[in-house]
């Protein structure tokens, strides 16, 4: 649990204002709230204040450069950055909270009225709004070329899903998922090979594979098909 750097009361998780005391608290970017300033401005602009962002340097195994608004202290990461962020600051988890993970995951702003999309800082096209981990509850802008930004509040909420073993809990699925999947492709293997000579996949004149699309009679190759629905399911 974050604490107000002023008045040391508990913040609220989604939040960078203090219920307290009214201050507006940084987010803790490496377990303590010191940072380097690096350029007064940036060329890229916040998404939701339109002024220069600033980069700052978190020197977090060297030099770590990402930007930050001053107005509503948004930060944007280049592509990995944040992964690499949340690994490097979280560690030593070994254990799944659900109930705490639960809070994190509905945890939503007062002020959040539905969903609104925003533009890149860098090249001004429309972000995608994804779930964070797919589990983690945190809805960030990503746009994939560029990188992934958060509001006020929610780096604070991503170290608290890790903390919380969100990290753990991801992995163990998408295993889960690995698993059920090669099990399927076994399955269907076993089946094709009890076919009869020169019958059709599931008989017939049209056969379909299990995501429903279309399979040739020459072509029993399911493992290349299952091998895709596991890569879109984890990506």
Known sequence: MAHCTYCSAPLPMDSIRCDYCGS???????????????????????????????????????????????ECLGLFFDPNELEVLLEETVTNVFTINKSQLEAV?????????????????????????VNFGTNSGVIIDRCKEHGVWLDGGELRQLFEWMKAGGKLLQ??????????????????????????????Y??????????????????????????????????
């Open 202 to 235: 599931y008989g017939g004149d049209s056969d379909f594979d299990l995501f429903g699309g279309a399979l040739k009679r020459s072509d029993p190759d399911l493992f290349a098909i299952i091998s895709k629905a596991i890569g879109s399911i984890l990506r």
């Open 171 to 200: 992995k163990q699925r998408e295993e889960e998922l690995r698993k059920n999947a090669l099990r399927e492709l076994e399955r269907e293997k076993r089946k094709q090979l009890s076919q009869p000579a020169g019958g059709g």
């Open 105 to 129: 995951r509905t945890m939503r702003k007062a002020s959040e009225s539905g969903a609104v999309y925003i533009k890149c800082p860098v090249c001004a096209t429309i972000m995608n709004r």
């Open 24 to 70: 507006r608290n940084d987010t803790d970017l490496k377990g303590v709230h010191y940072f380097t300033t690096h350029e007064l401005e940036s060329e890229r602009i916040c998404p939701r204040c339109g002024i220069s962002l600033r980069s700052i340097d978190l020197k977090l195994n060297g030099r770590f450069l990402v930007e930050r608004c001053d």
